[in-house]
């Protein structure tokens, strides 16, 4: 057993650590729970009735894995995949199936590249398996965190290496394109009204496609921050702006709105498209556990168990975010 002061020392390195090399990885939480709370939407009657009621959960929710990447050191991984580390499109280097991948590289070299295909996948199980035995607080954990892995695999940084513009003088990109954007333009200018969830027929496949959408795209989310940073000059680019009672350095409005023009509405896309693939995620895992009658589990409410984690994820990440703060003071 470490001392304890030794234990707190290694603890707050190692939640620097970590927040270090992950907080790139995700949407904002903004984002992250409106596509969350658009997904409901999709759904058919028959889900809905659970999952209406329950909406603000799987929205406030949507964010749980990146709040448990402060504690859980695998979690990372499970968020992104630098897939140009495979070679180029169509990747055949890389097999798609996990346990032909393990075999060719090693679950250690996946994990440090990241795993978000395979991931969802597992998800997907364990939502199937959820809604096979009715039980109402795994269907409302998974679903919300099935929607995140989800939406983060539509993030085209996330399926790449220069993942936040590390290698390219570009740092702070990652959060510039899917929370600056987002925060700034969704409200006034996104539609989120898409229609109804599909049933997937093969869901590797749909989730790889996607993966490759991203990794296709992060070229461009590189190369036209680079030309539009020639047209403004540095007191242009960025401004001052209040954010929870502090005052931080933030890519200025006229650069943002500028930006998502250039990308012509390629966020607005991805959010849609991640808003689709979530709903029918959720009604595939539905239909595939035999579309069991879910108005039973109408009335049914957290357990005092799930009430606790859901605390002690809150405390977790909350003293990550002081030691962050302190850090950074």
């Not at 709370?37 to 603000?56: D, G, Q, R, T």
Request: net charge positive; glycine share 4%.
């Amino acid at each position: 057993m470490l001392p304890l002061k030794k234990a707190i020392q290694f603890f707050s390195a190692f939640t620097i650590f970590l927040v270090l090399h992950y907080s790139a990885y995700c949407w904002g939480f903004y984002a992250h729970q409106k596509i969350n709370y658009f997904a409901v939407f999709l759904l058919p009657p028959e889900m809905l009735v659970l999952y209406k009621p329950n909406i603000s959960f799987l929205s406030e929710h949507a964010i749980d894995p990146d709040k448990r990447r402060y504690a859980v050191p695998d979690e990372g991984a499970r968020h992104y995949i630098d897939i140009d580390q495979y070679g180029k499109h169509p990747y055949d280097n890389l097999p798609q199936k996990w346990n032909d991948a393990v075999d060719k590289f090693g679950v250690d070299t996946l994990k440090l590249h990241g795993i978000v295909p395979w991931h969802i996948q597992t998800m997907l199980y364990r939502l199937t398996d959820a809604f096979k035995v009715k039980n109402f607080s795994l269907i409302m954990r998974y679903s919300a965190e099935i929607g995140h892995y989800i939406a983060d695999a539509h993030v085209p940084l996330h399926a790449s290496s220069n993942h936040n513009g590390q290698f390219t003088n570009q740092k702070g990109i990652h959060g510039f394109w899917e929370s600056r954007v987002p925060e700034l333009l969704a409200e006034k200018e996104f539609n989120f009204f898409i229609g109804k969830a599909n049933y997937i027929k093969i869901p590797s496949d749909f989730i790889w496609m996607r993966v490759f959408e991203s990794a296709k795209a992060a070229d461009t989310v590189l190369l036209y921050e680079r030309d539009l940073t020639l047209q403004f000059a540095d007191d242009k680019k960025y401004a001052f702006e209040k954010r929870n009672g502090k005052t931080i350095r933030q890519y200025s409005a006229a650069f943002t709105i500028a930006y998502n023009k250039k990308l012509n509405g390629m966020v607005e896309r991805r959010m849609r498209d991640s808003i689709y693939a979530i709903a029918s995620f959720w009604y595939t895992a539905w239909v595939n556990a035999g579309q069991p009658d879910l108005k039973g589990l109408i009335n049914q409410k957290f357990s005092n168990t799930d009430n606790q984690e859901f605390k002690t994820l809150n405390e977790q990440w909350s003293l990550g975010n002081k030691m962050i703060g302190r850090e950074e003071q």
